[in-house]
């Protein structure tokens, strides 16, 4: 069981529109995913990506994995009911167009990868300057 300063750190965490979206893509598709693959399924800049993965795993909802040059991020192994129950949360709310566009973006991002990794960095030309 969490605390109150914990429970405080993933709801604030939560409540950035990017933060969300990262969290949407990983607990509807009970996905893991590198910094490239969150950039071209989210339409963001790499060091916004990047700065938004490190608050949402600084908060405990997420882990990163290094694999050679890639991180791969997936929900958080931790046995947490607050985590878990935030995770239900997020997973049952409504596709808006947004939503539906980041997972239409993840489907065809996710097609991209080699024996189930990422190796092509990123895709999208406007986000790769």
Do not use: H
Request: glycine share 6%; net charge positive.
């Amino acid at each position: 069981m969490i605390g109150r300063d914990e429970a405080t750190s993933a709801f604030k965490a939560v409540s950035e529109p990017t933060r969300l979206r990262m969290l949407r893509l990983l607990t509807v598709n009970n996905a893991e995913m590198c910094v490239c693959e969150f950039v071209d399924a989210l339409g963001e800049r790499q060091y916004n990506v990047s700065r938004q993965l490190k608050i949402l795993e600084t908060a405990g909802l997420i882990r990163g994995e290094k694999e050679g040059r890639w991180i791969y991020y997936r929900l958080s192994a931790k046995k947490d009911p607050t985590a878990a129950a935030l995770y239900r949360l997020v997973t049952r709310l409504p596709e808006d167009a947004v939503f539906a566009a980041d997972q239409q973006r993840f489907r065809e991002r996710m097609c991209l990868r080699s024996d189930g990794r990422c190796r092509v960095g990123i895709q999208t030309p406007s986000l790769t300057s």
